[in-house]
Structure formats: structure tokens, C-alpha cells
């Protein structure tokens, strides 16, 4: 093992040349990926601040418009309630992840630390839950809402999102890697169960708090098939479904810079979140790094 590692050093110590090289044509690669990935987005925001006539007239997207029309702005907040669209994606998306979050993280404490009769008939149902698509789960779902009377209302988009599988199973796999020492220290300090939950499990429980966070509040802002189904009211439309309305309004030609610029509203807020919370998730894996 020794002399092969010392061939390898050797080999690297020869051919520097080489190495800077593979280096070079890795990041190459990387940035050429990453270049890429953003066409799409600068596409939109360059289409989003383009001139109406010049887009209708050129068969290829414009990438650098000059001058730039902000009215393309004006004007969708003129033709479209999108104030009313964006505040109904928030209040939806911040009650949603606020809670699934919570919801997931009591219970996944409770299938790992507490034990109890059916402990594994739960587990196995939370577990079957995840092999079923959500599509198919919205006819069945809609009449429950309309036997509450739910429908066309905000409890119907915000309650049926409150919970999932996979932030259980996120959370519970977290919480088996902490260490029992923690805890049984604040028990002899007096912490009953729900105080440890509070003051030891959950401010260690970052990565995944933040993982599910955003994984949720970036399902539900871009959710389109749910509200369309149970809402038919305009103060109650979420942005995705208001952004398909307008598509609609077109009679004879699209409004790509109109339609781009509801696209880039509605991607900026989920970009906002990931970049928060993935500071967070880096803090929290650190943080989490040094438990022994």
C-alpha cells in the first residue's frame, strides 16, 4: 500500500503538467455546466425586459435587449392581479413549510426515541405512503375536502400539504444519530420528554430542518395541479395557476416579455429561499461535523 501510494506521488511529482491539466479540464467542464444550467434563466430575464415588437419579429431568443422596457413589468401588474397571486403563494407556502416541518419533526422524534404498541405498523404506513404518487391521491382527496366544505378556501391549499412521509423518515434518521448522552443529561436536569424535543433534539436538528424546508416550500410554490382543482375563485389563485390564466388571455399572438416577466416574479422568491437556506443547511452540517 505504502509503495503504491509512493508511485503515485512520484507519477504526480513527474508530470505536474499533466495534473494542472486534468484540473483545467474539470473546471472547464464545471463552468461550461453551470453556463448551461443559467441560459434558461437569463432567456427569461432578458426576454422579460425586451421590446414586444422586436421579440415577434426575430426567429431566435434575445439575449442581450437593449433598451431595456421595465414597463413589460408595469404592465403585468397592470393586466393581472399578481399582488394578489404572490400573496396567496406566500401565506400558502409559509403556512405549509412552517408546519410540515414541525408536524415531521415531532413525529420523527416520537417513532425514534419513544416506544410504543403498533410502533411498527405506523412506520410501515408512513412508508407506504411514499409509493404512492400524489396524482393519484387527488380525486379522493377533493371529495374529502368538499365534505368539509373546504373547497375555495385556503384551508383546502394549505391543510392536505401539512404533512409527508419523507420528512419523517428525514427527520428519524437524524434523530438516531444523536447521541443518548445528550438527552439523558437533560433528563437528570428535570426536562421531560417534550422539553428535550424542544431544547436539545430540535436546536441540533438543522441539516435536515433546512433540507425539508426548502424541498417544501419550493413543492408548494410551484404546486399548479392542486389549486387549479380545488380553487375557483381569482383572490384565491396561487401565482403558478395565475401565471397559466394569463397564458390563456392571448387570443392571437403571446406576450413573451409579459409572460417572461410573471415567470421571473415567481422564480425570483424561490431563489431568495435556497440561497437562505442553504447558508443554514452549510452552518448546520459544520455544526453537526464536529459531534463525536
Known sequence: MKKHHHQTTDQQTRNPQRGSM????VGGLLVLGALLMLLPFWTMLATSLADPVTILQQSRPVLLPWPLHWENYGRLFAQIPLARYLLNSVLVSVLTTLVHVLLCAMAAYALSRLRFSGQAVVQMLCLLTLMVPPQVNIVPLFFLMKTLHWVNTYWALVVPGLFGAFGVFLFRQWFNGLPHELEEAARLDGCNPWQIFWRVALPLSL??????????FIGSWNSFLWPLVVTHS?????LPVGIASLKESFRDTTD???L???STVSVVPV???FAIGQRYLMDGLMAGSLKE
Open 271 to 273: 431563489m431568495l429561499v
Open 234 to 238: 381569482e383572490t384565491l389563485r396561487t
Open 207 to 216: 441539516p435536515p430542518l433546512a433540507t425539508l424546508a426548502i424541498f417544501v
Open 22 to 25: 486534468v484540473q483545467w479540464t
Open 256 to 258: 413573451w416579455p409579459l
Open 260 to 262: 417572461m416577466a410573471a
